[in-house]
């Protein structure tokens, strides 16, 4: 168990619906960051945020956005679904802003599946 | 620009030791080079980082050549449940100095 919890396990939804992933970062760490990973593709960053700020920018799409609450959980919100957005969605976290030596600790996933 | 470059696949039977390698030509002086290892389905998981020379746990050794243009990832004695796919990972400065994860290795062992 690596500390960051991610909710929901499972969302199915359909082409041009919004969802909201909810990630709790380990305690004490200030960085969250979200991968997309498609079947059978490697892990995609897509942001990260440092101390409720915008730390990293990855190839997040514009109909996707994240934010870090003063409690330092975050949330991704994915707009306007396309069957394309399937995918296993995780959260990582990490003690500080990153850097080669800042190990990102991940969380279970969310499993999204767009119909 | 540090990238890094793996084998896409490995087999390997069980009690034998894998040696999984990465070259990073372009490695920063001051960067640590790090492994994670990821189960179908599960987020990734950090198994060992080094700079130079050996590093060593209880799951992995890291052999890191002088020039740290290369690092070899060492499974002792691997068995079935080792079967994942192995990252290798630098910074990556034009991302911000993230760590990008790439293709990764994947390993298969056999009985």
């Known amino acids: 168990d690596s500390g960051v919890t991610q909710t929901p396990k499972h969302l199915i939804t359909a082409t041009g619906q919004r969802v909201t992933l909810r990630c709790s970062p380990r305690?004490?760490?200030?960085?969250v960051y979200w991968y997309q990973q498609s079947l059978d593709q490697g892990l995609q960053f897509l942001i990260q945020?440092?101390?409720?700020?915008?730390?990293a920018k990855g190839n997040i799409l514009e109909r996707f956005s994240a934010q870090q609450f003063p409690d330092l959980h975050s949330e991704l919100n994915l707009s306007s679904l396309e069957l394309g957005d399937s995918a296993l969605y995780f959260c990582?976290?990490?003690?500080?802003?990153?850097?080669?030596?800042?190990?990102?600790?991940f969380g279970p996933g969310t499993r999204l599946t767009v119909l | 620009l540090a990238k890094t470059t793996q084998p896409i696949s490995m087999d390997s039977y069980e009690g034998q030791e894998v040696n999984i390698t990465c070259s990073h030509n372009?490695?920063?002086?001051?960067?640590?080079i790090t492994w994670y290892q990821q189960f179908p389905s599960q987020g990734p998981r950090f198994i060992i980082q080094?700079?130079?020379t050996k590093v060593t746990n209880e799951v992995a050794s890291l052999f890191i050549p002088a020039d740290r243009k290369s690092s070899t990832l060492s499974l002792p004695r691997v068995s079935l449940s080792d079967t994942a796919v192995y990252y290798c990972?630098?910074?990556?400065?034009?991302?911000?100095?993230?760590?990008?994860f790439g293709q990764g290795t994947e390993l298969s062992v056999k009985p």
């Open positions: 990582a976290s990490s003690e500080s802003s990153g850097g080669s030596t800042d190990t990102q600790y």
């Open positions: 305690s004490g760490d200030l960085s």
């Open positions: 945020y440092y101390n409720g700020e915008e730390r």
């Open positions: 372009n490695i920063a002086t001051n960067d640590y």
């Open positions: 080094g700079y130079k």
């Open positions: 990972l630098v910074p990556i400065y034009n991302q911000g100095g993230k760590l990008i």
